[in-house]
Each structure stands twice: as structure tokens, then as C-alpha cells.
């Protein structure tokens, strides 16, 4: 992109000088030719080399995704804009209520209390539709959605977001009359196993033994009176602990009881973050043990079929 | 042991993150302990930080709407907390026009400081911020490390120039050495005299390393209402910085 970027790189001398611009693929030659007609009968010709590569293409539904969100891009970036910029991973969730919040995702393998970590909360009226599964959550890349942002404000345009459980690929969406964009995310799959730190027999093991003193907790009452100010007519739950499956859903089965057990096997230690990679069987490397193979393969090889 | 505290003020917030800011262009780890008064950013003087040490002192009065302190214990009104400030910085930084500023220190999975700020948003209610910023509580046994540091017994003392001015000179002046001779020379009234005619009882001198120097001045945000620069000849050079409510000591260390 670099150097078809580079023939367009000053806009406004472009804007008083270019009365036409001709794009040409010539596929014999490997090259695509970008020509500028400019005034005075002045013509530039850019060649950029070009190199066929295999077609890859996603298979994703909108359709099957059990969750939507759609809010315009400058609410969403102004989301962001509060997660320091090194920060890889978001998990975006959705609460009881409708409120939709985001939160930092700690790296496995970093200790919990260590990084500084930060929660946002929406209001529901803030977005254009919500249509979400109460409780719902998924952790994704936070520098591809800031990418994404950016351009998105550029065109002023709302984002959708489409998602299912965790695991399954996120979708954003860009609509408009000229163009759409979608870019395809994938998320993580047990989210709550990192966004929760390990219990306090091992928290204890990062810090120097707590002395005798008592740590006075009011995160209680102090959560449920940032809620009061926040949200009038809110039933007083603390946001946190809907990030942590802990709390007991009904619709989950298998992931949960895959948790649970991974918790019983090795007590005090956070459970293996499974990455599944649910696109390109080879391309995607996944983080720890993971069980690449057997996956389901939604892009078949175009080489096969030849 | 609790603390929570409230800025509601915007120029208020806006002082008390420049303050931060300063602090964590200086340290990358400090200890906040924190008085009914007075809140203190203590940088003390070991190998790992190049033998620098550091005493900022803010009123809380000065910054907080609200400030609620309980310390360790009933006769040990205090609380000492070990932190990164460029975390607390990151979280004011987007803070700007925020409605309201909490900070709370809990302990939920660990202790920590939690900053929440509440945000103007477009909807009927505000949009929530929080961030957690770990810290480590220190025991009161280990309080002794971070006393004040007494003024050291200065050969000479002088009134510093716009910091700007000093800034720009050192930043050159970094292209030629790695270390800095501060050499101050006084006058009979205390102020500084001009290089000739010197009297070499009157003078003080210490090297030191320039990119301390640099890491000083570059750091501060506001001009201080007064700037003092101490030193005791070939030991240290020992800079104290006064605004309003904010009075920053720092002492740099002469190289052998």
C-alpha cells in the first residue's frame, strides 16, 4: 500500500493540478499503472509492481451473529481513546441493563498486579442499536479497531459491530451508499480466564505478605455509588464481575465446564488461554497449546481446487 | 487504612496532572505517601536511580474537593504507596474536561488506586472511566527510608534563571559531554557574581551527570515562582523549586 499511497501523497497539490487519473492493471506486464493527467498536457505514469497472490477469502455471516451493536465511530473512538496506546487486547462486554462496556485484557503470562488496567461503561443511548446478549463478552485487538476507527471518523460513519461467543470471529461493519467495509476479528476464546486474576492464594505469592492491618474495602459501596450517579434507576451491581463468568450463566455449557476443570486440575493457576484460529487453517499461529488441526475449515485451499 | 479523595475543579485537575506529569518524567517508580495534609512523591536515593533523590510536596487542600485519609494506624496517620506515577499520569491525561475526578485506593484482587473519572457524554448519564493502577503498600517498618531529606550544609546558594534558558543551554551542551561542571560562585550578598574577579573561597563546584540535569528541566511544566540551586562542592547539587502549592526538591549526586 505503501507506494500506491506515495502517488497520492499531497492532496492538495493534486487538487490543483490533476484534471484525471486513469487506473490500468496490465497482468502480462505485473504491473499496475496509475496515470495522472495534469494540467498543461503534463502526464505522470506510476508503475507499481504487483505480485499475484492466493485468493483468500473469509467466510463469516452477520446473520448467525447472536449480538449487534451500532453506535457512530467518533462514540467508539472516544472510547478508546482512554486505553494506552501499547495496550494489544479490549474486551468489549455487555451488562445487564444494556450498558456496554470496555475493558483492558491482560496479556496471559503478566502478573495481575502489575498493570494498570481500565474500564469504560456506555450507556445504551449512546448507540444507535443495541441488540446484545445480556452478559455476553469478547476480547479482541485493540490496534486493528483503533485502525478501523480512524477511518471510520474520517467518513463519519456509524459502525456496526456483530459478534457471537467468544471464539467466534467479531464483524465490523461500514456501510454507506458508495462503499462497505467489513474487517473480520477474531476474538479470543475464554476471555474471563485472563480478565480475571488468579485467586487469593496465589495473588499473594507477587506481593509482600499484607500486614495485619485491615485493607479497608468499600469497592461495594463505592462501585454502587459511581452506578447510582451514573445510571439513574440502576439496580446496584458492580460492573466488574459481569466480565467474570464466576458468576453463574445458565446458557453456557461447554466452556465453562472446560473452565471449571482446568481450575480444579491446577488450583491457583489461571487456565491455558486457548487461541483458535477459525479462518485459515496454517495462517494464524495459535498462542499455547492449541488445537489447530481439527479445526473447522472455512476457507478451502484454492490451490486444491486447480 | 482508606483513602478517597475527589477533584472536581477543572483548573484544579488540570495543576494536579501537570504536577504528576513532572513526576513521572523524573521517576519511573516512587512512593506517594500520603499525610491529613499533604500529599508527598519521595524518590529515594539508591544506586538504581543514579543516586538521585527526590521530595515534591503538594497541599491537598490545594487540588482536592474532597480528601478523605485514614492512615496505617491511630498514632501512624499516614499511608505509604509505592507506585509507577506515569500510570497515574496516562490516566489523568485523558481526564481533561472530565465532571469529576475519584480516587480511591482498594483492594479487590490486590491493592490498588483507582482513578474514575466521570466524563460528559452526550446520553442522560455520564460516561464512567476507571483505571486501577497497581501499587504496594509499604509497611510501616520500612517508613524510615523515606524521610525528608535535610537541607545538606551548601557552600553556595543562588536564585536559578528562567528554567527555559537553562533548559536550552543544557540540551546543547549535552552534545559535548556526558557530564556538566555546575560551578556557582557567590558574593559577599549571596547573589551571582560574574565569572571574572572571583573570589575562589566564595565558590562551589560539582560534576555532575548531564542527563540528570536535563531530566530535571525537561520535566517541568510550569515555571516556578522560585528556583533555588544549592551545591556543597564536589558532593551535590541540590535543586528546590517552589510554585504555589507545590515545592519540588532534587538533589543530584556530584561524580566522583
Known amino acids: 500500500m505503501k507506494s500506491f499511497l506515495g502517488v497520492f501523497r499531497s492532496l492538495p497539490t493534486l487538487d490543483k493540478s490533476v484534471e484525471r487519473c486513469l487506473v490500468l492493471l496490465r497482468p502480462c506486464a505485473g504491473c499496475l499503472v496509475l496515470q495522472l493527467h495534469c494540467k498543461h498536457g503534463v502526464t505522470r505514469t506510476h508503475q507499481l509492481a504487483f505480485q499475484e497472490c492466493e485468493r483468500l477469502q473469509a467466510i463469516f455471516d452477520t446473520q448467525c451473529c447472536a449480538s449487534r451493536l451500532r453506535a457512530p465511530a467518533q462514540v467508539l473512538a472516544e472510547a478508546v481513546v482512554h486505553f494506552p496506546q501499547t495496550l494489544a487486547e479490549v474486551t468489549l462486554g455487555a451488562a445487564a441493563g444494556g450498558r456496554i462496556g470496555l475493558r483492558s485484557h491482560l496479556e496471559e503470562g503478566s502478573e495481575p498486579g502489575k498493570a494498570m488496567v481500565t474500564e469504560l461503561w456506555l450507556a445504551p443511548d449512546e448507540f444507535q442499536e443495541v441488540a446484545v446478549v445480556p452478559g455476553s463478552c469478547i476480547t479482541f485487538c485493540l490496534k486493528e ?38 474487517l473480520v476479528l477474531a476474538t479470543l476464546l475464554d476471555p474471563e480466564s485472563d480478565s480475571q486474576p488468579p485467586p487469593a492464594t496465589n495473588g499473594s505469592v507477587s506481593h509482600p505478605p499484607a500486614p495485619s492491618d485491615d485493607f479497608a474495602d468499600d469497592l461495594e459501596s463505592y462501585m454502587v ?15 466488574s464481575p459481569t466480565f467474570s463468568l464466576h458468576t453463574p450463566r ?27 484460529s477459525l ?19 472455512l476457507a478451502e485451499d484454492s490451490d486444491a481446487e486447480c | 487504612m482508606r483513602f478517597r479523595a475527589k477533584i472536581v475543579d477543572l483548573a484544579c485537575l488540570n495543576h494536579f496532572s501537570r504536577v504528576i506529569n513532572t513526576i513521572a518524567k523524573l521517576a519511573k517508580s516512587c512512593t506517594l505517601r500520603l499525610t491529613v495534609s499533604k500529599l508527598y512523591f519521595i524518590l529515594s536515593d539508591r544506586v538504581a536511580n543514579g543516586g538521585v533523590s527526590m521530595w515534591c510536596e503538594l497541599c491537598q ?50 491493592p490498588c488506586l483507582r482513578v474514575a473519572v466521570e466524563l460528559p457524554s452526550l446520553s442522560s448519564s455520564s460516561r464512567i472511566v ?14 524510615n527510608d523515606f524521610r525528608e531529606p535535610s537541607v545538606p550544609d551548601f557552600d553556595v546558594s543562588i536564585y536559578l ?20 561542571c555546575c560551578v556557582l560562585s557567590a558574593s559577599e550578598d549571596g547573589c551571582q557574581s560574574s565569572a ?23 520535566g517541568q511544566q510550569v515555571n516556578p515562582t522560585k528556583a533555588l540551586c544549592n551545591i556543597v562542592s564536589k558532593r551535590i547539587v541540590h535543586f528546590i523549586l517552589l510554585h504555589e502549592d507545590v515545592s519540588l526538591q532534587y538533589f543530584i549526586p556530584a561524580l566522583a
Open chain 1, 145 to 182: 479497531f483503533r485502525g478501523l476507527l480512524s477511518f471510520a471518523e474520517a467518513s463519519s460513519l456509524p459502525l456496526t459491530i456483530h459478534y457471537d461467543d467468544p471464539g467466534r470471529p467479531a464483524i465490523f461493519t461500514l456501510d454507506d451508499s458508495l462503499m462497505e467495509a467489513h
Open chain 1, 225 to 239: 455509588a459511581l452506578e447510582s450517579s451514573a445510571c439513574e434507576g440502576e439496580a446496584g451491581e458492580p460492573p
Open chain 1, 250 to 276: 445458565p446458557a453456557k455449557s461447554d466452556p465453562e465446564e472446560e473452565e471449571e476443570e482446568e481450575y480444579g486440575a491446577v488450583p491457583g493457576t489461571p487456565p491455558h488461554k486457548k487461541f483458535r
Open chain 1, 279 to 297: 479462518f485459515f487453517g496454517s495462517v494464524l499461529t495459535p498462542r499455547g497449546p492449541g488445537p489447530a488441526p481439527s479445526q473447522e475449515v
Open chain 2, 61 to 110: 487542600g490545594n487540588f482536592f474537593d474532597e480528601y478523605q485519609m485514614e492512615g496505617v494506624a491511630v498514632d501512624h496517620n499516614e499511608i505509604y504507596l509505592e507506585l509507577m506515577p506515569e500510570n497515574l499520569s496516562r490516566a489523568l491525561k485523558t481526564a481533561q474536561s472530565a465532571k469529576a475526578v475519584k480516587i480511591k485506593l482498594t483492594n479487590k484482587h490486590s
Open chain 2, 130 to 143: 476507571t483505571h486501577d493502577i497497581p501499587v504496594k503498600v509499604i509497611p510501616r517498618r520500612l517508613w
Open chain 2, 161 to 180: 534563571p528562567a528554567l527555559k534558558t537553562m533548559k536550552s543551554i543544557v540540551e546543547r551542551m549535552k552534545n559535548i559531554s556526558n557530564c556538566i
Open chain 2, 196 to 218: 571574572q574577579g572571583r573570589d575562589l573561597q566564595s565558590m562551589a563546584e560539582a560534576r555532575i551527570d548531564i542527563k540528570k540535569l536535563q531530566q530535571l528541566l525537561v
